[in-house]
C-alpha cells in the first residue's frame, strides 16, 4: 500500500513528529543525561554508517516489491490497461523518514540485466522475491525491502529465518533540527516552544518480525509483532517511550479481495497516504496528521486495538474500514504517558473510532502514469472538552475528513523504472472548530522520484502547507490579552539521498510564518528550521 509523508519541520514546531499539537504552555522536565547520550550515540552510529556505506550505494540495483503487492487482489483488469496492484509505491531501486523516508520497487522473478552485467547469480532475485513475501502486510507506507538493507542477507541469516517462516525488518531515524534565524529566542530546553526554537535532537528505533501462516493454508495469512523506542531532548516532541508498536493478524478472502487485520494496530501507516512519495526512507510526519491524530488515529507511538477490513472492488478502486479506540483526546503526548507501552485496552476519555477511506489507485508501468485518489472521514465516541465552554464536564464527540491526490505528471524512463519522475498532490482536512485546535488544513506538494539517471532513488519534494486555527481557540487566546495568529503557513524544500542500501540522508530548509500554536511574542513569529535526518534499514 501507500505512504505516509515525513518531513521534518515542515509546519514548524506547531506539530510533533507524531503530528499532535503541542502543549506550549506546560513546561517539559528536563531531558535525562541518559537519554542526550542514547541521542547522540545513534546519530553517531547512522553518521558512520552512512560514510562506511555511501561508495556502495549505487552498486545496489535488486529491486523489491511491497508486501501488498504479494496479496494484490486476483480481479479482473480492465482492458487496455497493463497489469497494477494499487497497492505499492516503485521508487526506482529503492528509496525513505523525517513526518520520515520509504523506497520500492517490483520483485524481479529473474535477475536483472544489471544484475547479469554485474556476475550476480540468477536466483539472488528470487531470494528476495522469497523474502519479500514476509513483510508486513496491509500498509500503505513502503518500508524498504531486505534487498535495500544494509545487512540483506549476509552470513545467510535471513534465509536461515525464511526457512522457518520469519521475516524482520529493524531500521532506525536520527533528527536534527535548529532555527538558523539569528533572532529565535533560545530559551532553555524546558521553556523551549516549538521544534528547532532550540537545537533539536531526536531518535526513534523499530523492530518488526513477522511469520507466515500460508504454510498452514491460511490465505495470505501473518503475525505480525513490532517495538518502537523514542528519545527526545525536547519532550513534547515525542515524548519518551519504550513498548510494542504493531501486534497483528493479517490474512485475506474471496480470491484477496477482502483483507482483514486486526489486534494492536498504528492507523496512520495504514490510512490517508500522509508521506511523500509514500517512501519511508524519504521524508518525516507532518501536519497534516495533526488532524488525524487530533481525531484520535493511532500511531506509531500509540498503538491501539482495531479491527480493519478492506475491500477490492478491483485492482484500483477499493474501500477501507477501521473501528479502533481512539488515542486519548487530549493528544499523542497524553496516550504515550498514559500508556507508553501501548498494551493498554483503554485510557481515560477514550472510545471508539470508526473511521472509512475510498480511494482509487494504479501504479506506475510504462505509458501509466502513476495516481492515487483518496477520501477518508472518521466519527469518534471519546470525550471532548468543548472549547467554546472549557470548563463544562467532557461529552462531546468528534470527528474530521481528509480528501487527498496524487498524481505522476511526467515519466523520466517509461520504458525502465516508470516510477522515476514527477508528481504533484495535494490534501485538504477538516475538523469541527469546537473540539479541536486545528479546524483545517492546507497542502500543496510538488516531488520528483529518481529525477537524475546518476541518482535513481534519490526524491526531492517542495511542500506548502496552511494551518488554520479553531476560531474559538484564538477567540480564546485574544480574550487572555495574548498576540494571537489565525493560522501557520509554511513552505519546505527536501532533498533525500539514497547512499547505499539501507541508508538515507533527509536535509531539509522549512520556512515558517508563526511556529507556535495560536499564541506568539514578536521574537517568534518566524523560523527557518534547517533539517538533517538519517534513516538506516537492516
Known amino acids: 500500500m501507500r505512504v505516509k509523508r515525513n518531513r521534518i519541520g515542515r509546519v514548524g514546531a506547531q506539530v510533533t513528529r507524531c503530528g499532535q499539537v503541542k502543549a506550549f504552555g506546560d513546561a517539559p522536565e528536563l531531558f535525562p543525561k541518559q537519554g542526550r547520550r542514547v541521542v547522540a550515540l545513534s546519530l553517531a552510529v547512522s553518521l558512520i554508517s552512512s560514510m562506511a556505506l555511501a561508495q556502495s550505494a549505487r552498486s545496489s540495483s ?4 511491497t508486501p501488498d503487492a504479494t496479496v494484490k487482489p486476483k480481479l479482473p483488469k480492465k482492458k487496455g490497461r497493463p497489469p497494477n496492484s494499487g497497492k505499492a509505491a516503485e521508487i526506482g531501486s529503492g528509496s525513505v523518514p523525517g513526518r520520515s523516508a520509504l523506497a520500492q520497487a517490483p520483485a524481479l522473478p529473474h ?20 523474502f519479500n513475501k514476509l513483510r508486513e502486510r496491509g500498509l500503505e507506507i513502503n518500508i524498504p525491502g531486505p534487498a535495500d538493507t544494509v545487512d540483506q542477507d549476509k552470513g545467510g541469516f535471513r534465509s536461515a529465518l525464511a526457512d522457518l517462516g520469519i521475516g524482520y525488518v529493524a531500521w532506525t531515524q536520527n533528527s536534527y533540527v535548529q532555527n538558523v534565524l539569528p533572532n529565535a529566542a533560545r530559551s532553555t530546553i524546558a521553556n523551549q516552544l516549538y521544534n528547532g526554537q532550540n537545537p533539536t535532537f531526536n531518535s526513534v528505533n523499530y523492530v518488526m518480525v513477522t511469520y507466515d501462516l500460508t504454510r498452514y493454508g491460511i490465505p495470505d495469512g501473518q503475525i505480525i509483532a513490532g517495538m518502537e523506542q523514542q528519545s527526545w531532548t525536547w519532550q513534547p516532541g515525542g515524548p519518551d517511550r519504550l513498548g510494542i508498536n504493531t501486534l497483528a493478524y493479517y490474512q485475506t478472502f474471496f480470491d484477496r479481495a477482502l483483507e482483514l487485520k486486526v489486534g494492536y494496530l498504528r492507523n496512520s501507516h495504514e490510512f490517508a497516504g500522509t508521506l511523500v512519495g509514500g517512501n519511508a526512507g524519504a521524508s518525516v510526519f507532518g501536519p497534516s496528521s495533526n488532524v488525524l491524530y487530533q481525531g484520535g488515529m493511532s500511531s506509531n507511538a500509540t498503538p491501539t486495538p482495531a479491527i480493519n477490513l478492506r475491500y477490492n472492488f478491483d485492482s484500483q478502486l477499493y474501500t477501507k474500514l477501521s473501528v479502533q479506540r481512539s488515542i486519548s483526546p487530549d493528544g499523542v503526548a497524553t496516550e504515550v504517558n498514559q500508556n507508553p507501552a501501548g498494551l493498554n485496552w483503554t485510557t481515560p476519555n477514550t472510545g471508539i473510532l470508526t473511521l472509512d477511506e475510498t480511494g482509487y489507485q494504479t501504479k506506475a508501468a510504462p505509458g501509466v502514469l ?18 467554546a465552554f472549557p470548563k463544562q464536564p467532557r461529552g462531546d464527540e468528534n470527528n474530521f475528513y481528509y480528501v487527498a491526490a496524487d498524481r ?9 523504472a516508470a516510477s522515476r519522475g514527477i508528481y504533484g498532490g495535494f490534501s485538504v482536512m477538516g475538523a469541527p472548530p469546537d473540539q479541536n485546535k486545528v479546524a ?23 511542500v506548502a502547507t496552511d494551518t488554520v486555527w479553531s476560531n474559538i481557540a484564538v477567540q480564546n487566546a485574544l480574550a487572555a490579552k495574548n498576540l494571537v495568529h489565525n493560522d501557520s503557513k509554511a513552505i519546505s524544500g527536501t532533498y533525500t539521498a539514497h547512499l547505499a542500501p539501507g541508508v538515507y540522508l533527509n536535509l531539509g530548509l522549512t520556512y515558517i510564518n508563526n511556529p507556535t500554536t495560536i499564541t506568539y511574542t514578536p521574537q517568534i513569529g518566524h523560523a527557518l528550521n534547517f533539517s538533517a535526518s538519517t534513516s538506516i534499514f537492516f
Open 111 to 130: 535477475a536483472s540485466r544489471a544484475d547479469i552485467a554485474a556476475g550476480k547469480p540468477q536466483d539472488e532475485a528470487s531470494k528476495f522475491a522469497r
Open 62 to 65: 535488486i529491486k523489491s516489491d
Open 370 to 387: 502513476d495516481t492515487w485518489l483518496r477520501a477518508g472521514i472518521g466519527y469518534n465516541t471519546a470525550h471532548y472538552t468543548n472549547l
Open 408 to 416: 505522476q505528471l511526467w515519466q523520466v524512463a517509461p520504458q525502465g
Open 440 to 462: 483545517q488544513y492546507y497542502e500543496a506538494r510538488l516531488y520528483a522520484k529518481g529525477l537524475f539517471d546518476s541518482r535513481p532513488s534519490d526524491q526531492i519534494s517542495v
